[in-house]
């Protein structure tokens, strides 16, 4: 469940004109030069922008390599579901236009369907009006930690 801001906070905001907005609860150490940075978060929504970069380069003309552009796009899928222990399980995904360094591209993601632990999250990228990426993240919530999890607890050993 997303953590919701302090009635101090709220206060504050609202005495500042500014709607309050849910606090991210996962991926609080993602590196945001590659993931991106939050933009807006409200709850089943996440609103990324990738400021790209030289360390980003594919190539001497200029590409963004993919990989970062995946990065910020599960991140914003992430951000939108915003359990602590949520992961991917699968994605289906389109690369629709090449990106170049100092683009920025803004992800919106938005979760769609809930189903018991899993969620499904649609996600689109956006380089001023052109479309250069959308995606299917399909996520599982966890009880605990991936990493905490005992995977091995009910294999037989020798199996």
Known sequence: MAKEPTQAQNEETLQSGIKPQVVLNTHEKINSMY???????????????LETNDMMRADDVGLVHGGFIFSAADFAAMASVNEPNVVLASCN???LAPVRIGDVVVFEATEHQKEGRKRNVSV?????????????F?????E???LRLDLMKNVEKGA
Not at 35 to 49: N, R, T
Not at 138 to 142: S, Y
């Open 35 to 49: 993931s991106g940075y939050i933009v807006k978060l409200e709850s089943g929504y996440a609103k990324v922008s």
């Open 138 to 142: 399909k996520t599982v919530v966890t």
């Open 93 to 95: 995904c389109l690369f």
């Open 144 to 146: 605990r930690h991936v």
């Open 124 to 136: 689109r990228g956006f380089v001023h009006d052109i479309k250069v990426f959308e995606g299917e």
